[in-house]
């Protein structure tokens, strides 16, 4: 049984950074796609950033050049560094898999974690 938990949340203010990490057991890590949702309140989960088995990455339109996904050597835990953080990056945050080879950014996950939360002012 896959398991995935997230640390990192916080509040910070307009142009600071933070770094989430989500550890994963369980799975075959390497063969997953991995990644990261936000949910704002009143708003659907969206999709941020994914990384695939190949080690491709993707990003949401909205986050390219301000985030980055990231594993660890060891391929135990994802990484999302956010950087110059806005308002409207205030969320739920959510670290998913899928256990395929290939997915897009916002992918049909099978696992999620239970979220952490950011909010920028």
């Known amino acids: 049984h896959v398991q995935l938990v997230e640390s990192g949340g916080g509040s910070v203010q307009a142009g600071e950074s933070l770094a989430l990490s989500c550890v994963v057991s369980g799975a075959k890590y390497r063969s997953y796609c991995m990644g990261w949702f936000r949910q704002a309140p009143g708003k659907e989960r969206e999709g941020v950033a994914v990384?695939?088995?190949?080690?491709?990455?993707s990003y949401a339109d909205s986050v390219k050049g301000r985030f980055a996904i990231s594993q660890d050597n060891a391929n135990i835990t994802l990484y999302l560094q956010m950087n110059s953080l806005r308002p409207e990056d205030t969320a739920m945050y959510y670290c998913?898999?899928?256990?395929?080879?290939?997915?897009?950014?916002?992918?049909?996950?099978?696992?999620w974690g239970q979220g952490t939360q950011v909010t920028v002012s």
């Open positions: 990384a695939r088995p190949d080690g491709s990455l």
């Open positions: 998913a898999a899928l256990s395929r080879s290939t997915c897009v950014v916002g992918f049909d996950a099978e696992y």
